[in-house]
């Protein structure tokens, strides 16, 4: 894994896991253990499935770089579905507080987004390849006749 790529996903993974451990503490203060469990769970899910994403536009940006955007597009859409599927499934669960569950997911989950919007921001990404040794094609840039 590239070291922008390293960076980038702990810019994105410590908030939102910093996040979570408030979302325990509070959920546990507000619905006992059960809300302290459905907290953590929340976070663990958020960080795997933003995690794999990451490293999905990773591959997808080294092999198929024209389908880069849209890839990323969908893989979000599709992330977030994910989520509130969870939501909807374990809303009568009585594993943990379903509450704290669905508020831990959706903060969590804008927490990583936030994280890796300012990580991508931040990030000093060339653009041009610095290494390129064709610098022998712009000398003759002018006219030919």
Do not use: C
Not at 3 to 19: E, F, K
Not at 20 to 45: D, E, H, R
Request: aromatic share 8%; net charge positive; proline share 3%.
């Amino acid at each position: 894994m590239p070291s922008i790529d390293t960076r980038i996903l702990i810019q994105a993974a410590v908030p939102t896991v910093a996040v979570g451990a408030v979302a325990a503490v509070v959920g546990g203060l507000a619905a006992g253990g059960q809300g302290a469990i459905g907290a953590v769970v929340a976070t663990l899910l958020v960080v795997l499935f933003m995690g794999i994403g990451l490293f999905v536009l990773q591959y997808i940006a080294k092999s198929l770089p024209n389908l880069f955007q849209a890839v990323a597009l969908m893989l979000y859409v599709a992330q977030i579905l994910l989520l509130f599927i969870f939501i909807a499934l374990f809303k009568e669960t009585s594993l943990f507080d379903p509450k704290v569950f669905a508020l831990t997911l959706v903060a969590a989950t804008l927490t990583w987004v936030a994280g890796q919007a300012r990580a991508q921001v931040k990030a000093k990404i060339f653009y041009i390849d610095p290494d390129s040794t064709d610098g022998d094609k712009g000398k003759n840039s002018g006219h030919s006749s």
